[in-house]
């Protein structure tokens, strides 16, 4: 059975699943489906065709589902999606899709967006990424598995963050981060590698030497660089984490990539 406060808003229509807790002061709107085990812990607004996976929970003051901010949404029934276990944390706004874009913004299972991080129309976060407090996206930003977010971090729109990467605190994102990559800045520049989130997901020392040999190739040496992915893609190009970011690489972008400053030299490590 479901425990819905005696305060709380819920709208005919909608659904909640077995023992999901709907606390004070919550609005519920007629098209969510809360799943199973779910917790709105209080004043927490959800509405619009907002889906919210099992034993997800919500902090006081968080807002899902609502309209997005853009001109040109005129109220169409786009959606928005919150995965199992995810942490939503205290005033944390994230808003529905737009037709002009996927029509869906979606949050992975796993997640954790911290206090005052707002998540726009059509963005895509996948599993288990962190995104630390005051965080702001644009709208249609794709963040890869495992990715982690730094403080007060602004994700201009249509920027691609891959899997396992890691964005420095109070950077400024204007351009595509490639998987296992670490930026940070204002405006941001790629530093390095993110070697404790790659050891932490189980790359032992022969594949951190493979990687940075193919950062190194890629990012700290002369050259066109349309030639250096060429050379990379020949010397290292069977190994998955590389054939990986080089698919990152060439896949299409709006925004472009961030590079490192070669003449800066910096570390490969970070």
Known sequence: MSAIHP????????????GA???????????????AGVELVSHVVVDGHTVIGENA?????????????????????????VGARTQVREHVTIHRGTVTGTGL????????????VHVAHDCELGQGVIVANNVVMGGHVTIGDGAVIGGAAALHQFVRVG???????????????????TVMGNRA??????????????????GLQVLRAAFR??????????????????AFGDNALVAEMLAFIEAPSRRGLIRAAIEAGGDDDV
């Open 7 to 18: 305060t709380a808003i819920v709208a005919p229509g909608a659904t909640i699943g077995d």
């Open 21 to 35: 807790r709907i606390g004070p002061w919550c609005t519920v709107g007629q098209d969510v489906t809360i799943g």
């Open 57 to 81: 929970k919500l902090w006081p003051f968080a807002s899902v589902g609502l309209a997005p901010q853009d001109l040109k949404y005129k109220g169409e029934p786009t959606r928005c999606e």
């Open 105 to 116: 913004t979606r949050v992975g299972a796993d997640c954790l967006l911290m206090a005052v």
């Open 163 to 181: 899997r396992g990467a890691m964005i420095g605190g109070v950077s400024g994102v204007e351009a595509d981060v490639i998987p296992f990559g």
């Open 189 to 206: 520049r790629l530093a390095g590698l993110n070697v404790i989130g790659l050891k932490r997901r189980g790359v032992d020392r022969s």
């Open 217 to 234: 190739g890629l990012f700290r040496t002369g050259g066109v660089f349309a030639e250096r992915v060429s050379a990379v893609r020949t």
